[in-house]
């Protein structure tokens, strides 16, 4: 089983653990970590068949909202 694309919430991960938890070999991965809390986070694995990018929305860095 290999599903097209993964989204996964709670992932609890600091930047820089992220690509140790969640590198994936033939997905790209885009994720939004939780600076201020030991908890939290979200990302997404999209296979890399799949036509992707990633866009910054910087707005929603000053809310308390997560998303990507």
Do not use: M, W
């Amino acid at each position: 089983f290999a599903p097209d694309i993964l989204c996964l919430n709670e992932i609890r991960c600091k930047d820089h653990e992220i690509n140790i938890y969640l590198n994936i070999s033939n997905y790209n991965l885009f994720f939004k970590t939780r600076d201020n809390s030991s908890g939290g986070g979200v990302a997404i694995l999209i296979k890399e068949t799949i036509k992707c990018t990633e866009v910054q929305f910087d707005a929603v860095r000053t809310h308390s909202l997560e998303a990507i």
